[in-house]
């Protein structure tokens, strides 16, 4: 029996849940690394699965497995819904390449997969599946739009300080230009009632005589 069937038994089939695509990673670090095969007693194997629940409502899931080195179990870590999926970045362009990247509301991971054949075969199904059950398709961004030594979500993480101190900026000088036409107003009213005051002035002298 495959691994994909193991999981699919004993973590998504009593939940009632089909699993639609696997693939097998480590977490990345800064910058490329191999993929090794775990051992040695404590080490564990992830997986990155993607199923979907039978029962109406059929919500999907992401759904982070691990296999602990001397147990025969997976073990169900974090999970997320399909609807949680913000960005996806790692699709293959003119190059091999085993990274990718899930970005959702409240975290993001960075991977590296076991093969670019196993990730690009998961990245189809989930590719597909959020096309054809989301309106609103998260963004899917290929290798090549990701920094080299490094990895897009700070590079995204950047681009979004960057416009915010831009937008702050821009209402600072928008509130200070406010400000300064306020200040021009005051004055101009002030010089009026001075000028207003000045004629008063003299024309009650003029009839007081």
């Known amino acids: 029996m495959s691994v994909k069937s193991f999981i699919s038994k004993e973590v998504f089939v009593p939940c009632d849940e089909r699993l639609l695509g696997i693939v097998q990673v480590k977490r990345r670090m800064g910058k490329k690394i191999p993929f090794l095969a775990t051992g040695g007693l404590g080490d564990y194997k992830t997986y990155i699965c993607l199923s979907v629940r039978n029962k109406r409502p059929s919500l999907r899931f992401i759904t982070k497995v691990k296999h602990f080195e ?21 699709l293959e362009s003119t190059r091999e390449c085993p990274e990718f990247d899930l970005l959702f509301d409240n975290a993001y991971d960075l991977w590296v997969a076991s093969s670019s054949v196993e990730k690009r075969a998961f990245l189809q199904v989930l590719y597909t599946t959020c096309s054809t059950n989301l ?18 979500i700070l590079h995204t993480a950047a681009d979004s300080v960057t416009s915010a101190v831009q937008k702050a900026s821009q209402a600072l000088n928008e509130r200070g ?21 000045e004629t008063a002035h003299k024309l009650a002298n003029k009839y007081k005589n």
């Not at 169900?76 to 913000?86: A, D, F, G, N």
């Open 70 to 90: 001397g147990s025969g179990s997976f073990v169900r870590r974090s999970q997320w819904t399909l609807e949680q999926l913000r960005q996806v970045n790692g």
């Open 135 to 152: 309106p609103h398709r998260p963004s899917f961004v290929n290798c090549q739009a990701q920094i080299i030594g490094g990895n897009s």
């Open 177 to 197: 230009e406010r400000l300064m036409r306020a200040d021009q107003r005051t004055a101009e009213m002030a010089n009026s009632a001075h000028k207003f005051a």
